[in-house]
Each structure stands twice: as structure tokens, then as C-alpha cells.
């Protein structure tokens, strides 16, 4: 692949996790008919809640992983545990599961055991998922590699097998998207057959919630019967799906793939950010519209350096 066409890629798929986190956070919560009723086709960031641009804990423990596989060029759990510790901040509205894990990380449990201890086996909510995009892209290349750092970087906080196999399915879909040109036409029955295959034995759920997204391509679905197949809360099987089947069914509408994430409700700014992060990889940062941009908040952790942490993944990623 052309290095500069990677390079864009990498950075979409971090800095459209913060796109889809934004605009879903302010209508996180909400049905898709209030939603609907309320803002139509939702494709402008709302200045409510946290305010226009702002992110959540979805792009905070998502810059955690890129500032880890940077600073230790490549996966070092403890390293990534005490980043998520320190990036921490509860104005950022993390899940009950994540907060209780990160008490046990700041007393001192090791990072490979705190995830276990949360819900007696592990919480099976979303988010290691939401936050994997640097491993999907710094492992593009390297199926057996990306699964294995998923399913290790998800076991910080989320330990359940419904999470490690989310958290792997949605890095895979984000690097089978880097691995597609945007130019030519998506083979999106291909695409969907590959992570079938992709799927582990302990992850039935998602083969099936995969095949019915195969089963869905082949008509235009309305959003009530996408939200009974594939789900729209917080679990892992119940949104990693939803947001595949968002960017697939919108492939070709950049635009659009994250506004129709957003535009099935539940737990908006998760599936937001995922599809984002599939999209993103998919168009790259030059598909971002410009007026998202302007409107990401760019702090001393926001937009510019989310951009700078996904090209020096990139640079590294070159050696």
C-alpha cells in the first residue's frame, strides 16, 4: 500500500473514534424515533451535555492504547493498565464495569487479573471494544497478532469472552478496512464472510449476529429491525455488530455511516465510535468533513494530539 495512503488510514480510524464519539454522546440514551423526531438525520455535533466536539471515555481510553504501543513499540499490558489509570477522568462518563477495574488497578492488582474481578468473570459491556483502533491498525497486517493483543488488551478491564471476541472482532474490522481501497467497489458479502471466519469458536454469538448482517445486506432494513437483529445497548454482542453493520451498509457514505450509527440510539457514542473507527480506516483522515473537524475539541489531549499519536503508530509501524 502507498505510505501515505496508510498513513491517512491510520489516522482515520483514531481521529473518526473521536468523530462518532462526539456526535453520538449528546443523544446517548435516547430511541432512534426521539432521536428522529427531535434532529432528524443527525450529521452536526450538538452543543448539549458535555459541549459540541467533546469526547468520552470511548477516544480517552482509545488515546491510553495509542500512547502505549508508541511509547513501548508494540503491547506491554502493565504499561497500558497505568496509562488507563492516569488518563482517567470521571467527567468523561466511563461504564460502572471500567471505573470498578480501574480501582482494583490503582490498588495494585495486576493488570491481567483486575478485569476478573469485575461482576465475578468479567463485564461483557463494550468497552475494550470502542477503544481498540490502534491495535486494529497497527496490526493490520497481522491477523494472529491482532487477535492475540486484542483479546490481552481488553482483559485489563473487560475479561469476559464476549468481550475479548468483541474487542477482536471490531480490531479486525478495522484493519480489514485499511486493507480495502475505498476507490473500488466493497465486496461487503466478502467482507462479512472474512470475519465469520475470522470468529473464534467461543464467539457463536457474533458468528450469528454476523450471518444476519449478511442476511440484511440483501434488502434496506428499517432501523427497527437492525436494532431487534443486531442490538443498540452497551454489551459487546449487542453493538460491535451494530456498528460493522452501520459502516458496511454505508461503505460508500462516509458521512453517513457514522449519522446512521447515531441514528439507531442506546448507547449512541460507543457505536458511534466504532463505526467511526471502521470508517475512518476504511476513507481515511481526508474523508473527514472539514466542518467535524473544526469542531473536535482540541485540547492538550484532543484533535491534534490524537493525529500526532496515529502518525507516529504509522512511523513505527514503517520501520
Sequence with gaps: MNPDKLKD??????????????LGM???GYDCKTIEMKYGE???MLDVRMGAGTYTDDTEMMIGIAES??????FNGRDMAGRFVKLYNP???????TVRALSLLREGIDWNFAGERVFGGGSFGNGSSMRIAPIGAFYYDKPDDLRKIA???????HAH?????GAALQAFAVAKAINSDPSEELDKQSFVSDMITFVSDEGKLYKAKLQHIKELLEYVPDKAEVIDRLGNDSSAPNSVPTAIYSFISHSHDFEGSVSYAVSLGGDTDTIGAMTGAISGAYHGKSGIPQRWLNVLENGERGR?????????LWELKSL
Design 9 to 22: 488510514k491510520f489516522i482515520g480510524c483514531t481521529l473518526v473514534t473521536h468523530v462518532g464519539d462526539s
Design 26 to 28: 449528546p443523544v446517548e
Design 42 to 44: 443527525l450529521r452536526e
Design 69 to 74: 504501543l508508541v511509547q513501548c513499540r508494540g
Design 91 to 97: 467527567e468523561r462518563g466511563y461504564g460502572g464495569g
Design 151 to 157: 483479546c490481552e488488551s481488553s482483559n485489563i478491564t
Design 161 to 165: 469472552p464476549y468481550c475479548k471476541e
Design 304 to 312: 491534534g494530539y490524537i493525529e500526532m499519536l496515529a502518525e507516529k
